[in-house]
């Protein structure tokens, strides 16, 4: 029994599914000509992702198994781009419109990212005003006690030691929480 809990399926796991909506976007914007950045975007915003895990997935276990799909998407590209060779303007015309799609899809995902980032910093923000008025509070606890000669000095040098490790082992898993909330900076896109 203690086998059978151990491998338990994690709730962030992987299913077929995802990986083949994956695949089938990453081979869209391969055969657009797009790059596997926008499709990591793209692919995030549908599968509840970061745009890092889906790049993640893609290059460490999804790609090796759909060689033969990547190359036909190039080469249906090529066709592509030889089509639109003869007609410079519409050829212009073509990557300009992909482009200014391209940019908008990848605000909109980065905006939803924002907007979450926002919410978490203004819950810091609470938390962090939180603590801060509880140290002043035991700031002015200590304050009294001293001025009353409740604690000698040893007590006192104890007391304002325990409240600043405190304070610090507090502040250390804010910073290391805020430090994993951050968005990737960007994942290389790869051809």
């Known amino acids: ?36 950045l926008s499709a990591f975007v793209e692919a995030a915003s549908e599968l509840g992702r970061t745009p890092a895990a889906c790049g993640y997935r893609w290059n460490g276990i999804i790609r090796k198994n759909y060689e033969e799909a990547i190359q036909e998407a190039k080469r249906v590209k090529k066709e592509r781009l030889a089509q639109t060779r003869g007609r410079r303007g519409r050829r212009r015309q073509v990557g300009h419109q ?13 905006e939803e990212v924002f907007q979450k980032m926002e919410r978490e910093n203004a819950e810091l ?10 140290v002043r509070s035991l700031e002015e606890e200590n ?23 405190a304070l610090v082992d507090r502040a250390r898993k804010l910073f290391q929480e805020i ?13």
């Open 1 to 36: 029994m203690e086998t059978v809990e151990r491998w338990t399926t994690r709730s962030d796991a992987w299913a077929p599914e995802d990986d083949k909506k994956l695949a089938d976007i990453v081979l869209r914007h391969i055969r657009e000509g797009s790059t596997q």
């Open 98 to 110: 992909w482009n200014i799609d391209a940019v908008i899809q990848s605000l909109r995902a980065w």
């Open 125 to 134: 923000r609470r938390t962090v005003t939180h603590l801060e008025d509880k």
């Open 143 to 165: 304050r009294q006690l001293r001025e009353g000669g409740a604690l000698s000095q040893a007590e006192q040098l104890r007391h304002d030691s325990r409240e600043f490790l």
């Open 179 to 191: 430090g994993e909330k951050q968005p990737p900076l960007g994942v290389k896109a790869q051809e």
